[in-house]
């Protein structure tokens, strides 16, 4: 993210990149995307036998991997942060880099 950001600054001229406030929210972090994101099938079915039956009875937006994250959890996570950046930065442009 810091060097998306830092080529996407190079295209602003150097007066602009020089006023640039950067500022780090940890809000902004990716999804925890849980226990199992990095295990086989094999070792998902092992550990987490319910795990299939959860994905297949919820919701995709509000069910929440084992250890990790809904994308409801997500939008409750970044509501604050969208709030705050509204207050501090009233009035002046601004410039959101994530992935």
């Not at 959860?54 to 084992?66: E, H, K, V």
Request: charged fraction near 30%; glycine fraction near 6%; charge should be negative.
């Amino acid at each position: 993210t810091k060097q998306t950001m830092e080529s996407i600054l190079l295209e602003y001229s150097p007066d602009h990149y020089a006023k640039a406030d950067i500022l780090e929210d940890i809000a902004l972090r990716e999804r925890d995307t849980g226990y199992t994101y990095h295990m086989t099938k094999q070792e998902v079915e092992h550990y987490f036998p319910w795990n299939e039956d959860l994905w297949n009875r919820g919701d995709d937006f509000f069910t929440r991997p084992m250890g990790g994250e809904s994308m409801a959890d997500v939008v409750t996570r970044l509501e604050p942060f969208f709030i705050k950046l509204a207050m501090i930065c009233k009035g002046k442009n601004v410039l959101l880099v994530t992935h």
